[in-house]
């Protein structure tokens, strides 16, 4: 058959079914394959019937049927799925043609396949698609990196079938080499979870502080929503608030409160202690989605661990109580920027260490729309970046510094408030201890260093010499002067 598609995709899971629709309605012919090929028939007859989409009952057929250069993109599971699939293409490829990788591989793969790829004479895609089902279908934000030369080839397909913002730029955009696509969207998960805790935190205040039920914390967050925090998931939080059972009371109320993760949150954590960054309220995240897993241990631990009631004084005061609501409100939008702030640090922190040249504020643009955190704030880190190109933190940003300065005192008395009535606001807390910390000139970390000294002669510098001059005090005056290396985690 003459070769008459522009691109096959591999994987008709959710995703790679809705992508393959999306890429269809915007004129895009493509071949769909599946390892189970049966799932191809079913596609075809089904959600693809009346379309243009082609189905292929094995890769050779598939090969046959794509325009040059080829291009084929996976969406399978990361790992060893991806690999396996290489190795199948690349006898049914040829030099010049092109495999994309859509799934939420770990960048440090994508690096390494981007160089064995283009060993062999082909080019590399490793993209990250956020959006979920509804996204693929409609518009998801796309984060491409890898091979360079490849771009040109895939760019109107990307950005036909992406999410637009108002002025119709489409959120994607070429990230940068190897793994750089995929190092993004695992920074965009981090910040997932990171706001997704936030919100969770806000909850958690208004339900056993204040004692409001789930259709007075619906029209809460309804109203947030057509503020600075508008967002999808604040809005989608709106909507779980107000979703009935069977029998009419709130869902959200019999869900067990125990979290499950797919590893990007974790691998960004541990990505940024590589690069030695405070990613701290993602790190909290994280680990707070480890906590809820303790659902046993913690039921046990509530009826020996006591503490204070959690059902604040304020709840008893409309007045008072409204105004607290409005403090949630400025403390979980405060706690917001610093989250992003440290996420968009991890980012530079990456970029200068594998040489990658991240354009700041383009990565706002691609997560503004089709996203999991698409939000009217992300428009605001995109002129802070216009701005300044150079910004080196979001906190120095002026407006950014503005809008901390304005909730601040708000943050610091839903946080006082919390840990008074012992309801737990980690991503809040430690928000505004980094905060406290990075606007801090001199820290206690000199004793620090002065202990490390003590006990492993991991020597220090001092105020009153250059930096760059390292000393070592015999404390005891048993030790002798022998110093241990000098070295930065």
């Known amino acids: 058959m003459e070769p008459q598609a522009d691109i096959a995709l591999i994987g008709l899971a959710v ?81 010049g043609d092109i495999i994309i990788d859509g799934g939420n591989s770990l960048f440090e793969d994508t690096n390494r396949r981007t160089k064995y790829v283009e060993s062999k004479g082909l080019l590399y895609i490793g993209t990250g698609v956020s959006g979920g089902e509804e996204g693929a279908r409609h518009g998801p934000s796309i984060m491409p990196g890898g091979s360079p030369a490849a771009w040109p080839h895939v760019k109107n397909i990307f950005q036909g079938i992406a999410a637009k913002v108002d002025d119709g730029s489409p959120c994607c955009d070429w990230v940068g080499e190897q793994g750089a696509g995929h190092y993004v969207k695992m920074v965009h998960n981090g910040i997932e979870y990171g706001d997704m805790q936030l919100i969770c935190e806000a909850y958690n205040i208004l339900k056993n502080g204040l004692g409001l039920n789930a259709a007075e914390m619906h029209e809460i967050f309804k109203e947030w929503n057509t503020g600075e925090l508008d967002s999808y998931l604040i809005e989608i939080t709106r909507d779980i608030l107000a979703y009935k059972d069977a029998d009419g009371t709130p869902l959200v109320d019999k869900i067990l409160d125990t979290a499950g993760q797919k590893g990007t949150g974790k691998w960004t954590v541990q990505s940024s202690a590589d690069l030695g960054i405070p990613i701290t309220l993602i790190a909290e995240a994280v680990y707070s989605r480890c906590v809820s897993a303790l659902k046993d241990d913690r039921v046990k631990a509530a009826k020996k661990l006591k503490g204070p009631k959690p059902l604040m004084s304020v709840a008893k005061k409309d007045a008072k109580k409204k105004e607290f609501i409005n403090e949630i409100r400025d ?127 991991h020597t220090y510098e001092r105020v009153d010499k250059p930096r760059g001059e390292f000393f070592h005090t015999n404390w005891t005056g048993r030790g002798g002067t022998t110093a241990s290396s000098t070295y930065n985690a």
């Open 15 to 95: 995703m790679g079914q809705n992508l393959i629709l999306n890429m269809n309605d915007h004129g895009f012919t493509v071949v769909a394959f599946n390892r189970t090929v049966s799932k191809v028939d079913d596609f075809l007859n089904n959600a693809a019937k009346g379309t243009k989409v082609i189905g292929a009952h094995s890769l050779q057929e598939m090969a046959g049927l794509l325009k040059k250069p080829r291009r084929v993109m996976l969406m399978v599971k990361a790992g060893q799925a991806v690999d396996e699939f290489i190795e199948h293409l690349l006898p049914v490829l040829e030099p």
């Open 331 to 457: 403390a979980l939008y405060a706690s917001k920027i610093v989250s992003y702030a440290q996420g968009y640090m991890l980012m530079r922190a990456a970029a200068t260490e594998h040489k990658w040249n991240l354009n700041y504020g383009g990565i706002a643009l691609m997560w503004r729309g089709g996203c999991i955190i698409r939000s009217r704030f992300l428009g605001k880190i995109k002129e802070a970046f216009d701005n300044n190109p150079k910004l080196t933190n979001l906190l120095l940003d002026n407006y950014f510094r503005g809008e901390i300065k304005r909730c601040q005192k708000s943050w610091r008395n839903v946080v006082a408030a919390a840990a008074k009535k012992g309801i737990p606001v980690p991503a809040f807390s430690t928000a505004l201890a980094f905060y406290d910390q990075y606007r801090n000139a001199v820290l206690p970390a000199n004793l620090l260093q002065a202990q490390r000294d003590y006990f492993g002669a």
